[in-house]
């Protein structure tokens, strides 16, 4: 059996993991971790605290932490001698006497806290921008009406402006009631709508509230027969770091195809597909087939935008470690080992994907399809940008 630390450190190595970035992930201090590697358990701590290590170490490079802690017992040789404490002495109380030297200081920093109030509450009462709450639509949501009314309370005194995008649309200097409250009708067009609400006060300070509206107008009626319907996207619909959502239906014996791939359908003849596309506006064809049938087709303009880096990571052919960092956090569930037939989605302003095996790792960047980011084994780091 090969000892403790020889196995420790081959499978980090393995990993491509270095022991700086290993106490980094792990919480665990980085000379603790060189000891259970060189084997100096003189550099360890108490026999308790060194196996929650090593069980903490063992998962996260996936090892068997039983194993690795009954192989730690047998190479310390036994257990841990007792530990000897002093005993502790009694604390001895001595009454405080009020001196000048006590009072001064005391009336100094009651001055002080006095002046640092009267500071925040003059920065609260002048820095704070204005309250802003958009009353309706309360949150984001999906519309299938084109006219949508946006409601909201701010100040009375304040200038309201709402922007609408794609566009962009903009109504200014909308006056709010003498309660704060106020109202206007937007227009909504195809697909998602990104609406933005900002609010300035008396004294030029401005404040801003959002909400996303997805216009999904009704889908067109068909007859039941009907060989293809399409009920997404909406022809000029608008998608914004998202793949485009295919929804519909098609009669039996039929088939889906869109591009280059083909889809079957399920039992009762519907079907959802989300297809990637780059940034730009483009004409999405959907076409069903059946045998014997002329082919029956269907077109949609759709416009797809980015404003993060929306990265897809699939891992195929085989197993592979990654680590995903978003805006300079570790995303949750990342820095472990991925099986086969894996994929994960990731958006930021910044998305850096390290993989200890390029040739299983297959990337998707804002709708353009990267491939395998490099071979088989090798240990790849990316930066996705927007």
């Not at 403790?4 to 792990?26: H, N, V, Y």
């Not at 009072?103 to 309250?131: C, D, K």
């Not at 109504?171 to 697909?191: C, H, M, N, Q, Y």
């Amino acid at each position: 059996m090969a000892r403790l630390g020889e196995t420790l450190r081959s499978q980090r190595e393995r990993m491509g993991i270095t022991l700086e970035q290993a106490a980094e992930d792990t919480r665990i201090r980085e000379k603790f971790l060189r000891a259970l590697e060189s084997g100096d358990h003189q550099g360890l701590p108490g026999a308790v605290y060194t196996k929650g290590f090593l069980r903490n170490y063992a998962d996260y490079l996936g090892l068997d932490a039983d194993e690795l802690v009954a192989l730690y017992v047998s190479e310390r040789g036994g257990a841990e001698p007792p530990r000897e404490f002093e005993p502790m002495r009694p604390i001895s109380r001595k009454s405080v006497v009020l001196t000048p030297a006590i009072i001064i200081p005391f009336l100094v920093l009651i001055a002080v806290a006095g002046f640092v109030a009267y500071l925040y509450y003059q920065f609260s009462t002048f820095a704070v921008p204005p309250r802003i709450e958009i009353v309706e639509p309360a949150g984001d949501t999906i519309a299938t009406s084109a006219e949508l009314v946006v409601r909201g309370r701010t100040l009375p005194d304040a200038r309201v402006t709402i922007r609408v995008f794609p566009g962009p649309e903009t109504i200014s200097d909308v006056r709010p009631g003498a309660d704060g409250s106020f109202e206007r009708t937007i227009t909504l067009k195809p697909g998602s709508n990104h609406i933005e609400v900002q609010v300035l006060d008396a004294a030029g300070k401005v404040n801003q509230a959002t909400r996303t509206v997805r216009f999904e107008a009704p889908a067109a009626t068909a007859s039941p027969g009907a060989a293809l319907v399409l009920e997404q996207p909406a022809n000029g619909a608008t998608v914004t770091n998202a793949f485009v959502a295919v929804v519909g239906r098609v009669a039996t014996g039929h088939t889906i195809t869109i591009g280059t791939e083909t889809y079957s359908p399920g039992p009762d003849g519907r079907f959802a597909v989300e297809v990637a596309l780059p940034a730009g506006t483009h004409s999405l064809t959907v076409i069903a087939r059946a045998a014997g049938r002329p082919p029956v087709t269907e077109t949609r303009s759709v416009t797809v935008g980015y404003t993060t880096a929306f990265v897809t990571v699939r891992i195929r052919g085989g197993e592979a470690w990654l680590q995903v960092t978003v805006d300079g956090t570790v995303a949750p569930g990342t820095a472990t080992v991925f099986p086969d037939g894996s994929t994960t989605r990731y958006a930021g302003r910044q998305v850096v994907v390290r993989t200890g095996n390029g040739g299983t790792t297959f990337v998707t960047f804002n709708g353009q399809d990267l491939g395998r980011l490099g071979n088989d084994g090798q240990i790849v780091e990316r930066v996705f940008s927007p």
